[in-house]
């Protein structure tokens, strides 16, 4: 049996190089594939393969001072979902562009947004129902298929967009209200919390587990709608059966949560084409572009 998990951890790592290596060695020893990115903040990584794999790979984290304690979230899937085994040193774990505003301590990110519970969530939406705003904090495509009700979607393409838009005046007008932040995994709202704070946002939260740990204790029937962008090649993932289509063909409006590449390789931009236009896998600027050239 195969799976997936899916991890992270803010600490001090001293020397990412080092970790680097064991890294690859653990992994490789392991035959897993996937995505580890380690910087001096921490460490963040996407693995698949077998579950007793995946199980000894925990064991070793387990046996670090600094990686024990980590909160896999576990997932349908396997070690084909991933082309390789990608294992990087980079400035951020996550790329908001603001490597030195980050500050970790061995609790994680310093002055970061309250988690939450999915139960702690529902109780201040119970007592502050008007109030409660979400905030997402994916880029903008992936609240497309999926996302809290009533959020606002930020107007973002990359991670590194963030800071421009909260800096916006359009949100002073929600700067004393509770913001509740939420991601796929939880790590890009431990950023988004903090920079949101040092940016004037008073009250903030952040959901424990992102999504994932919502879902996996709500399904269909909480405040989430839709399903989930992931990133490997599934791509789409949902809790129940009951999930709804909430995107829109970019063609004909229809319901889909069918993301396809712009079949332009020099565009290459994600769309969401239902299977009636599965023919048509271009993005409405290419479609337009292409229909032209044909009429002439």
Known sequence: MEKVILYYKFVPVVDPDMTRLWQIELCEKLSLKGRVIISKHGINGTLGGDLD??????????????????????SDGGSNDFPRLSIKV?????????????????????????????????????????DVVFFDGRNAYEAKIGKFKDAIIPNVETTKDFVKE???????????????????????????????????????????GGIVKYGERYGDDGEWEGKLYIFDKRMVTSFTNNAKDIGECV???????????????????????CENCQNNDYCEKCSSTKQQVAAV
């Open 53 to 74: 794999s995946l199980r000894a790979y925990k064991r070793a984290m387990n046996k670090t001072d600094i990686f024990k304690g980590i909160d896999y979230k576990w």
């Open 90 to 130: 980079r400035p951020e774990i996550v790329s908001f562009g603001v490597p030195d505003e980050v500050i970790v301590d061995k609790n994680g990110v310093v002055n970061g947004g309250k988690h939450l519970k999915p139960e702690q969530l529902h109780k201040l939406i119970e007592d502050r129902k008007d």
């Open 166 to 208: 909260i800096e916006d005046p359009k949100y002073e007008n929600i700067k004393d209200k509770p913001i509740v932040t939420y991601c796929t995994g939880g790590i890009r709202c431990e950023i988004l919390s903090s920079l949101m704070k040092n940016r004037g946002f008073k009250e903030v939260y952040q959901i424990d």
């Open 251 to 273: 063609h004909c409006g229809l319901n889909t949560s069918n993301f396809v590449n712009c079949a332009n390789m020099n565009c290459n931009k994600l769309v969401l084409v």
